[in-house]
């Protein structure tokens, strides 16, 4: 593909990666689904506050969300200030839930909302494989492109499932090389001689490494790599 400089450096993130994350995610949560009560999906989500339902919905959204945002020829990149986001009307449900665009029909059940989360997963891998190498858009952690988009879109979709799958009480364990991918390109700060998945839920809040406390907040940096280059 060609969504960045060098599509063939080592390390680089492609539509097929996030496509992998989207398809590991839905395997599980499809598994879920079959040995769960749509009434199940109502339970927290891990540690948020959000229902297992509500969570899923967010990670749909969230991943239309950077479709969207790439899907411009002429993306807003935050200049001027209110210029950064595509206005979508963004709204609640109830006090606290997540703010979406997009929401799943309750009446499709939990096929429904899985299909939700499907269709908006594919949006992004086709919007990361076609877009133009140089196309920008904006994300509040950095000015980013069609790799970091997919970087971001996998890192929502292990731990968002990770929360669900908590919440469900199965289990999700995705491969060390896919961690690894996001954690080099969102997270330059994570340590490298850890277990690759253990460090991406500690570099999310979500766990604990040893001989590091876990951490109460944390963003990732979604800069193009050539600009951290020469930030550093």
Same mark, same amino acid.
């Given at each position: 593909?060609t969504?960045?400089?060098?599509?063939?450096?080592?390390g680089?993130?492609?539509?097929d990666d996030?496509?992998h994350? %989207?398809?590991? /995610?839905?395997?599980?949560?499809?598994? $879920?689904a079959a040995? !769960?009560?749509? =009434? *199940?999906?109502?339970?927290p989500?891990?540690?948020?506050?959000?229902?297992?339902?509500e969570?899923?919905?967010h990670?749909?959204d969230d991943?239309?969300?950077?479709a969207?945002?790439?899907?411009?020829?002429?993306p807003?990149?935050?200049t001027?200030?209110?210029?950064?986001?595509?206005?979508?009307?963004w709204?609640?449900r109830?006090?606290?839930?997540?703010a979406?665009?997009?929401?799943?029909d309750?009446g499709?059940?939990?096929t429904?909302?899985?299909? %939700?989360?499907e /269709?908006?997963?594919?949006m992004?891998? $086709?919007?990361v494989? !076609?877009?133009? =190498? *140089?196309?920008?858009?904006?994300?509040?952690?950095g000015?980013s492109?069609?790799?970091?988009?997919?970087?971001?879109?996998?890192?929502?979709?292990?731990?968002?499932?990770?929360?669900v799958?908590t919440g469900?009480?199965?289990?999700?364990?995705?491969?060390?090389?896919?961690?690894?991918?996001?954690?080099?390109?969102?997270?330059p700060?994570?340590?490298t001689?850890?277990?690759r998945?253990?460090t991406?839920l500690?570099?999310?809040?979500r766990?604990?490494l040893?001989?590091?406390?876990?951490?109460?907040?944390?963003?990732?940096?979604?800069? !193009?790599?050539e600009?951290?280059?020469?930030?550093?």
């Amino acid at each position: 593909m060609t969504t960045t400089s060098d599509p063939t450096a080592p390390g680089t993130l492609t539509a097929d990666d996030l496509q992998h994350a %989207v398809r590991l /995610s839905l395997t599980t949560l499809r598994a $879920a689904a079959a040995a !769960t009560t749509t =009434a *199940d999906w109502q339970r927290p989500a891990g540690t948020l506050t959000w229902s297992c339902w509500e969570t899923v919905e967010h990670l749909a959204d969230d991943l239309f969300a950077y479709a969207a945002q790439l899907g411009l020829d002429t993306p807003p990149l935050g200049t001027p200030l209110l210029d950064t986001e595509v206005p979508f009307l963004w709204e609640r449900r109830r006090e606290g839930g997540p703010a979406n665009v997009t929401y799943a029909d309750p009446g499709a059940g939990t096929t429904g909302l899985l299909q %939700v989360l499907e /269709s908006c997963g594919a949006m992004l891998t $086709a919007l990361v494989r !076609t877009v133009p =190498a *140089d196309r920008r858009a904006y994300h509040c952690f950095g000015i980013s492109d069609a790799e970091g988009f997919a970087a971001m879109g996998i890192v929502e979709t292990l731990v968002h499932t990770h929360d669900v799958a908590t919440g469900l009480g199965v289990p999700f364990h995705p491969p060390a090389g896919l961690c690894d991918g996001v954690l080099g390109r969102l997270f330059p700060d994570a340590p490298t001689d850890t277990d690759r998945w253990p460090t991406l839920l500690w570099a999310t809040g979500r766990g604990e490494l040893p001989g590091r406390e876990r951490l109460t907040s944390w963003r990732w940096f979604a800069e !193009t790599r050539e600009q951290r280059e020469q930030r550093e």
